[in-house]
C-alpha cells in the first residue's frame, strides 16, 4: 500500500512549455485533490474529483487542467508555463478512516518555471 | 471570502517548553477543523475536530475546538527538537452547493524548538 505518489518530485520549465503532474493513489478513494503551496503560505486547492469522470474548478484553477479516467490517477496539466506558477505541488486523496475525514498527502512536486 | 488565520506565524522555544498554537476561522458552511504538521514534505494529519470542547489527544500534542467564538488551540507539551515543523490548521467546508468539501488552509505557524 503506497498511499499516494507523485511524480516528478522536481521540473524545471521554461516559459511557454508544457507538462502534466502525475498523482496515483491505492487506496480507493473517491476524492482526490489538486493544491499548490507557494513559499510561506498555506495550501490553495487547485481543481478537485468526486470520483472517476467528475472534476471541478478549485480557488485558483486558471492556467491548469485536470482529468480523471480512473478512481486511481488523477493527473494535473499546466499547458503554458508561467512563472507565477513556481510552487510546490501537492496531491491529496481523501477517504473515511475512523470516522474523521483524512486527507492523505503525496509527497509533491517542486516546480521552477524560468 | 472563508478565511484561515493562525497565529503566532512564528516561534522559537527552548526544549521542554509548553507551546501554544492558535487558529482562527470565518467561513460558511462549517464542517470541521484539522491540524497537520509539516517538515520538509507533505503535510502529516494530526487531529480533527468537529464537536465544540472536546479535547483530542495524542501523546504530548492536544487541541480544542470552540464554535461558537470560531477557533481552536493546537497544544505541545515538553517540547522535543522534532516538534519543530510548520503546523497548518485548515477547515473543512461544504463547496459548490454542497456537493463536495474542501479544505481550506491557514498560512501556518512554523515552530523551532531549540537545545
Known amino acids: 500500500n503506497a498511499g499516494v505518489t507523485q511524480t516528478p518530485k522536481f521540473r524545471i520549465l521554461k516559459i511557454g512549455q508544457s507538462m502534466t503532474l502525475q498523482c496515483t493513489q491505492d487506496m480507493n478513494h473517491n476524492y482526490m485533490y489538486w493544491y499548490r503551496q507557494d513559499p510561506g503560505m498555506g495550501l490553495k486547492l487547485i481543481y478537485y474529483?468526486?470520483?472517476?469522470?467528475?472534476?471541478d474548478k478549485g480557488e485558483v484553477p486558471n492556467g491548469y487542467n485536470v482529468s480523471r479516467s480512473t478512481t486511481e490517477d488523477f493527473p494535473l496539466r499546466l499547458e503554458l508555463a508561467a512563472p507565477s506558477q513556481t510552487s510546490v505541488y501537492f496531491c491529496?486523496?481523501?477517504?473515511?478512516?475512523?470516522?474523521?475525514?483524512?486527507?492523505?498527502f503525496g509527497p509533491g512536486t517542486r516546480l521552477t518555471v524560468l | 471570502e472563508d478565511k484561515v488565520v493562525q497565529s503566532p506565524l512564528s516561534l522559537v522555544v527552548h526544549e521542554g517548553d509548553t507551546v501554544t498554537l492558535n487558529c482562527s476561522y470565518e467561513?460558511?458552511?462549517?464542517?470541521?477543523l484539522l491540524w497537520y504538521k509539516q517538515e520538509k514534505k507533505a503535510p502529516t494529519f494530526l487531529f480533527m475536530l468537529t464537536s465544540s470542547g472536546i479535547e483530542k489527544k495524542s501523546g504530548r500534542l492536544s487541541s480544542i475546538l470552540d464554535k461558537k467564538e470560531l477557533f481552536s488551540i493546537l497544544n505541545i507539551t515538553a517540547t522535543q527538537t522534532g516538534d519543530s515543523a510548520v503546523y497548518l490548521c485548515a477547515v473543512y467546508l461544504a463547496f459548490n452547493t454542497g456537493t463536495a468539501s474542501k479544505l481550506t488552509f491557514g498560512t501556518g505557524t512554523r515552530l523551532q524548538v531549540t537545545l
Open positions: 474529483s468526486v470520483g472517476a469522470g467528475i472534476t
Open positions: 467561513v460558511t458552511n462549517f464542517r470541521s
Open positions: 491529496a486523496s481523501r477517504g473515511t478512516s475512523g470516522g474523521a475525514w483524512t486527507q492523505y
